[in-house]
């Protein structure tokens, strides 16, 4: 199985990344990219999953159709992933659904397989938790729109995490591989990488996955760039790299069997005592990078 997959290595059709649980060989998790031009458009059937539409750059008209009527949102999106907060649109599964865009752009599709169908909403740019987490050279920003605890999805979950260049993020490493409640949950995770460049020169990073002794014994030392994924079905995962003068962006998606729908982590033991260090240093101050728009 390969983990981890260039840009243009996952493109399927319309999708310059087509993930899927077929595709991934596990059970839950799916991330499908949509590159439209101006005026494009583009209908799918959501299925047995549960989606979000994330506007990368360019804003979208986003429809959904089912027995229970017919929703339309307007999403304003945003001119990149580096310049702000995004609105985003959620789609039941069992619908039939369009987005369409005036002017062109890339839009994320998040999803997971489901068995409750919730209904069709819109998510303003203005709910959307900008959380700091960790200090000094682990600083990070995480845009938590599709967080448990945040917004509600059956089985989805799904944060944008922005790392400052030369910072270190998913860091300590940690894993979720493990039915242990109340400390520890079964997610399989997407990483989906974007880089700010530095005059037209593209950025890029390092992704690590290390063997948990749990399922596959995931073990990836990836070099990452622009438009690139990385599967983690299980394992330690973590850090994050982004080489200096290049801010990293990536998109988490996360998704799993269990009944509860929750972010339950377990750090790794050789490096866990980093957390203990935070409270003793400042957090970069190069964040936040924005922060959402007020309502």
Same mark, same amino acid.
């Given at each position: 199985m390969t983990y981890h997959l260039p840009a243009g290595k996952a493109l399927d059709g319309p999708y310059v990344v087509d993930v899927t649980p077929e595709k991934a060989g596990w059970g839950y998790s799916s991330l499908k990219v949509l590159q439209l031009p101006p005026g494009g458009s583009h209908t799918f059937e959501t299925g047995d999953s549960e989606w979000i539409v994330l506007p990368l750059n360019g804003g979208c008209t986003v429809e959904a159709t089912d027995d229970f009527g017919h929703d339309i949102f307007q999403l304003a999106g945003r001119e990149g992933v580096f310049s702000g907060v995004t609105d985003f649109a959620y789609l039941p599964r069992d619908s039939h659904a369009a987005v369409s865009s005036a002017e062109g752009g890339r839009f994320a599709l998040t999803g997971a397989r489901c068995s409750r169908r919730l209904p069709a909403r819109y998510g303003p740019a203005s709910s959307v938790p900008v959380e700091l987490r960790g200090t000094g050279n682990s600083s990070r920003q995480v845009n938590n729109f599709g967080a448990a605890g945040v917004f509600e999805c059956d089985k989805l979950i799904a944060v944008e995490v922005i790392t400052p260049g030369g910072n270190w993020? +998913?860091?300590?490493?940690?894993?979720?591989?493990?039915?242990? %409640? #109340? &400390?520890? +949950? =079964?997610?399989? &995770? $997407?990483?989906?990488?974007?880089?700010?460049?530095?005059?037209? $020169? %593209?950025?890029? #990073?390092?992704?690590? =996955? +290390?063997?948990?002794g749990h399922g596959r014994n995931t073990d990836v030392l990836a070099e990452v760039r622009g438009g690139? =994924? =990385?599967? $983690?079905?299980d394992g330690w995962h973590g850090p994050s790299m982004a080489v200096p003068g290049h801010h990293m962006y990536y998109l988490n998606v996360m998704a799993g069997p269990e009944a509860e729908r929750a972010w339950l982590i377990c750090d790794h033991p050789d490096h866990a005592w980093v957390r203990g260090t935070w409270p003793d240093q400042p957090v970069d101050p190069r964040l936040p990078l924005y922060t959402a728009p007020s309502q």
């Open positions: 993020s +998913s860091f300590p490493p940690h894993k979720h591989d493990e039915h242990r %409640p #109340g &400390e520890e +949950s =079964v997610l399989e &995770e $997407i990483y989906y990488f974007e880089f700010a460049d530095h005059e037209g $020169i %593209p950025g890029l #990073g390092y992704q690590r =996955v +290390s063997p948990s690139d =994924v =990385v599967l $983690i079905p």
